[in-house]
């Protein structure tokens, strides 16, 4: 599975050094604390404002998962309704979705139903996503309890976290959960089928295409 | 070999001076301890069916005799413990013998078990003995064959000697003459008996051993025995019929008719199905499982063994090898095309000259127009639109393209049927089937969502199917090339004349099918963005770009809202919304024409039928014509419209534009009078709509318009004329412009003014290899700090563009409007309470003041233009040259492999449309290829190889298909006698689909056994018309004497017979023990076959 992959996800010559690349979108509407989610977990940093991010942004990470250098490409993405054309274009490109919500916030968390509509309207069927409702440090402000995060998630099927970001709390578990299904889904369908092995193992297109997931794991 | 001087020496030449013949049965002895068959392992009989569903397993070891080579094979019956142990139950139980004995040896049990007489599949001594564990030693070369008696009783006495000595149970067979003729002698030694194999194999079947009785006294004269009394033999028999003429039901499948000329029969569809039947015949086996000698009686002149009282019968069906099939054949042959390397341009060097009449010189020069546009190539649509008008115009095509003249028009006609004007009643006809081809003629099966390929029924879809079609019967590749030419001059002919393409998918690209596509949804885009450009900057440009006569016109305004960003508002069908405050607004003069012509633009169809339906008779008008009838009987639909109010109101808005085009003050009164500027008319009353529509916009405050309709709202507000909006001001006055709407009720913060939404540019829609593009350039900045400040001012673009339409829209703007509007959550308000009471203040989020932020920066930079005086944010021109350009430069193979997707999709639906929910191999096949399918359209790299396999996966269900259909036809459920055993029959159907061998569930008596008996019936009378006296008279004597009296018997002679005798006899002497003894005979047309295995007591003889 790994050599099958290997050529799979390679970015570039240059970079060869990770046996799968995963790309993950982070997404949500504005200021729900996207970047800083992203900052924490790729950097360990946290500044109290980052500039409003235009368009798309993104950070790598290389993790690892069983002995396996997973590297991941962790696409940050703006919230202002405005540049949704523009991000949406990317999610079909992506294995796992951070959708997030603001704790302290109720639109936000109103929305979450119709980025889960986009996810599902622009990206493959395969893609998993991960529900995180940040800032849960301002428990003073919180307007959105847990139980109800968890309701919705559970109505959506999708696995559940709250975080803070500025706390450092469950940052790396959203995304550890999130590669562990991702990696659970790649190995279900290739043992599923045994083909896509040794067909994806021919491919050597360099990874960085809108769909590698479409060419490869199928999960 | 020469001793040296050692005294091993001796033992050595001792050995050596064995002979051949020791050498080969220690050898022979040497294997057998290899396999470990020494022991005496008893197997109880295998359980009922094993035989045929059962492992089997072989060894094989070389070895020679002298220099010939012979192999020695092991073939056994690989045994579950779950099943030994049962069978050993069974056997404790059955085995009578089992009280003398210790234990039974594996052999007798095979001899004497019952259960599985005639496995349907297993090896031919399997068969014969019933063995399930058994040795043969054959010649290792396959032409070699060991001949003659001695040398034959040699082998066997050798293998005799090498069991004996190894205490080997298992029987072991010589197979001797030529291979093909099966014939094995063999031997078993038993602790106290031994068995002997004998076989005989004739030609012909002597007439005295015919039928069971001359068997019988074979086997009884070969037992020899003197017993008294003589245990009765069992008799086991099994009759096979074969039908080959299905009388009922001869395969029709219809062939396409490429000859038909109406409706497009011949290219819009790919074909189905098998061109042969895919059932060949049937094999109905009867079988009297287990007999008494007394019970039956068959010899020369009477048979008891009538099929039709035949306690079990089952039945196999032989299917046609690799039957043509169509639909697999079709696409195959069009993914051979991969292969060719040949770019476009040399085939089509091919052509020698060129495909177009009224262009001069070779094929290049179509290349080169595809470059540089002349006139004379522009008379191609024209051209086109009177194809049926002028069915018998000269071929415009050289004498070398494979595809001429009227064919030409069809295909055309079809793959565009919106560049053609219907003139009289038999292309209405034709315009109304393709239109019916346009809705989705199947209900919409569920291709799984990752299909990337491209809508059903639109114009790729058609293309594809029409490619392959065509190469397969219009003359190969060289017509896919000319086709796949003439289609990328009409995408460049469209983009150049400002015409849609029809049947793609509107909005921007759809990442999720295929990049062809997409590559055609964007040149779209180009093309709709062109026009809406062109028309606002006409005035300005002075040089209208009319569209030309054309049955439809304008982009649909409900597509563009699709493209919205910032409208929440699911804009719903604009003239809806327009028609009542139209109606209501007396002052801004609505008038049905415009208001017609925002129906008429959101709905293309319609208008493309309306004019069809109307200009029966009338050839020679131009399409502008059609376009005010159009709108008249659009009015109508839409109701209170007065008619003199709209002409008098579009004399009035057109005497507002007069100033500018003066030729059209005139031309608006009567659409008789109109008829020389038509397309100018047209061109003039575009912004007076807009106007109008947008004083409307105006006068809904706050209300949702679309960006389209609102895009000169200004003009209302302004209040000034049409003439000085639609004249292009070059200024960066503080004069609000590009206004869509107000932003809730929201003020400025610094003047008194109230927010107003502007008009914004689309950021430029993409395909996925151009994100892909996009994507890899982002990312190659990399992480760092610079990388992401740098990746923030490269997608800046869309942000200033805003920034710039917001200043115009609302002068006296600050940063805090713009973020209220774009980004709210980013203005942050707080009531604070002081002494004057309550009451709120915003301000800015912390992010938004961080000083030098790409926001405040952007912001600082921008100056106040309304989005259609600013730079292009999408370059419409460059895209669209950039989508032909792709088009243009694939050749053949790129252009089968793009094409594949659509393709593969369409023979989805194909199989799909004739699956059957019963046959689950068939729902299997039909997932397999469904998901293959998804997987291989979905990679980025279109592999013709993935393409090759999974069209064998789409031919393996087609031929599935088409079996079932065939075996239905045949046991169609009017042969039943009762209703209610349909579903039995069906059943019958399905399993026999499924398996190689099928019982009859109640044998002749069955529901499938009576429609079984009825096809053999019908089939003999069929067969007996023809067939002279002499010949049936003969049949006669055989064993349907039964049937003397009807005139036809109902079963043909049998094909094969087989029998199989057993009992229980001391042998060789009247004393000895009783022992099983067995012989099997087959008798077919030109083999007749016995094999014995008799045993005999080895201590008591």
Known sequence: MASANDSKWQKDAADQNFDYMFKLLIIGNSSVGKTSFLFRYADDSFTSAF???????????????????????????????????????????????????????????????????????????????????????????RVVSTERGKQLADQLGLEFFETSAKENINVKAVFERLVDIICDKMSESLDSDPTLVSSQAKGTRLTENPNPQASGCQC | MAADDDGDVFEITDFTTASEWERFISRVEEILHEWKLISCLCKGPAIKGAYANGVWEEKTEELSFADF??????????????????????????????????????????????????????????????????????????????????????????????????????????????????????????????????????????????????????????????????????????????????????????????????????????????????????????????????????????????????????????????????????????????????????????????????????????????????????????????????????????????????????????????????????????????????????????????????????????????????????????????????????????????????????????????????????????????????????????????PPSSPYRGPSTSQLSRSLSHNEAENVDQSDALNPIAENDQASGSQSESVAENSNQTNDSKTKKGPGSQKIGSSGESSDEEFFECNDSDGDQLGEKDEDTSERNQTEESMLEGAEDTENQSGDENEAEIDENQSETEMECEPVNISQTGSLAGSMTGSEIQEMVGTDARHSISNTSVLSDSAYKDSFSHKPEGRLALFQDLKLINCDERMYIPVTQEPAPMTEDMLEEHAEVLAKLGTSAEGAELRARMQSACLLSDMESFKAANPGCVLEDFVRWYSPRDWIEETIQDENGVKTEGHLSQRMQIPGNMWV?????????????????????????????????????????????????????KAMDNDDPSINVLKQVIEQACLKASQVTRSPQQDAKRYEELIRIIMQAEIIIARNLSLRSKFTTDLLEREDAQQELEHFVVTILQNSEVPVRGGPMGPAGSVISKLFQSAQRASYMILDEEESDERMDDDEESRLNSSVPNFPRPLAREYILRTFVPRPAPYSKQLPQRMFCSIEEDDFRIAGAFTSDSVFQ
Not at chain 2, 216 to 235: E, I, N, Q, T, W
Not at chain 2, 863 to 882: M, S, W, Y
Not at chain 2, 883 to 904: A, E, G, K
Request: proline share 6%; charged share 25%.
């Open chain 2, 857 to 909: 920066e952007v912001w600082q930079t921008a100056r106040p233009v309304p989005a259609r005086k600013q730079k292009r944010l999408f370059d419409d021109t460059k895209e669209a040259e950039k989508v032909l350009h792709f088009l243009s430069s694939l050749n053949l193979s790129d252009i089968v492999v793009h094409l594949m997707p659509m393709l593969i999709h369409a023979a989805l639906l």
């Open chain 2, 69 to 546: 080579k012979f192999s020695l094979i092991h073939i056994w019956l690989k045994a579950k413990d779950e099943k030994r142990e049962k069978s050993a139950e069974k056997e404790s139980g059955d085995d009578e013998e089992n009280d003398d004995r210790e234990v039974t040896p594996t052999v007798y049990g095979d001899l004497m078990d019952m259960e599985n007489d005639f496995p349907s599949r297993a090896h031919c001594l399997c068969r014969w003995y019933g063995l399930q564990d058994f040795v043969i030693l054959t010649p290792a070369n396959n032409s070699d064959a060991v001949l003659g008696e001695s040398k034959i009783k040699l082998l066997l006495s050798s293998v005799n000697i090498a069991l004996t000595d190894a205490g080997c149970c298992v029987p072991m067979f010589v197979q001797a003459h030529q291979k093909w003729r099966r014939l094995y002698q063999g031997t078993c030694v038993l602790p106290s008996a031994n068995i002997e194999f004998g076989m005989v194999q004739l030609k012909r079947t002597p007439p005295q051993y015919n039928h069971l009785a001359g068997l019988l006294d074979v086997f009884k004269a070969k037992m020899g025995s003197v017993a008294d009394p003589r245990p009765p033999v069992s008799v086991a028999v099994r009759f096979l019929y074969e039908l080959c003429d299905w009388v009922n039901s001869p395969w029709s499948q219809p062939l396409p008719d490429f000859d038909d000329e109406v409706g497009c029969k011949g290219f819009d569809q790919l074909p189905f199905g098998a061109c042969e039947d895919p059932v060949c015949s049937l094999s109905l086996y009867c079988t009297w499982p287990c007999l008494s000698e007394d019970m039956i009686v068959e010899n020369h002149v009477y048979s008891d063994l009538d099929p039709l009282q035949a306690p079990h019968w089952s039945v196999r069906i032989q299917m046609t090898e690799d039957p043509l099939c169509l639909l697999g054949e079709y696409l195959s042959t069009f993914l051979a095309l991969c292969h060719r390397k040949e770019t476009l341009e040399q085939l089509l060097s091919g052509f020698g000259t060129e495909m177009r009449e009224d262009s001069t010189g070779d094929i290049s020069n179509a290349l080169q127009r595809l470059t540089e546009p002349t006139v004379g190539y522009n008379l191609h649509v024209p051209t086109l639109t009177s194809y049926v008008s002028q069915p018998q115009k000269p071929t415009r095509k050289s004498k070398d393209a494979p595809i001429q003249g009227e064919l030409l028009d069809q295909i055309l006609q079809f793959l565009f049927p919106d560049s053609v004007k219907p003139s009289d009643n038999s292309s209405t006809e034709t315009e109304e089937n393709t239109s019916t081809v346009q809705q989705p003629s199947h209900p919409v099966k569920e291709l799984p969502k990752q299909l990337k390929s491209a809508p059903v029924n639109g114009l790729l879809h058609k293309l594809a199917v029409c490619l392959c079609v065509l190469n397969q019967n219009n003359g190969g590749f060289m017509a896919v090339v000319q086709i796949w030419q003439e289609f990328i001059l009409e995408m460049r002919y469209r983009w150049e004349h400002n015409y849609l393409i029809e049947g793609i998918e509107p909005g921007p690209p759809n990442l999720g099918s295929c990049l062809l596509q997409q590559k055609l949804q964007m040149l779209n885009c180009c093309i709709e963005h062109k026009r809406k450009r062109e028309t606002l900057h006409k005035g300005y440009t002075g040089v209208p770009e009319s």
């Open chain 1, 51 to 141: 500039v409003s991010t235009v368009g798309i942004d993104f950070k790598v990470k290389t993790v690892f998962r069983q002995d396996k250098r997973v590297k991941l490409q962790i696409w940050d993405t703006a919230g202002q309704e405005r540049y949704r054309t523009i991000t949406t274009a990317y999610y079909r490109g992506a294995m796992g979705f951070i959708l997030m919500y603001d704790v302290t916030n109720e639109e936000s968390f109103n929305a979450v139903q119709d980025w889960c509509t986009q996810i599902k309207t622009y990206s493959w069927d395969n893609a998993q996503v991960v529900l995180v409702g940040n800032k849960c440090d301002l428990e003073d402000e």
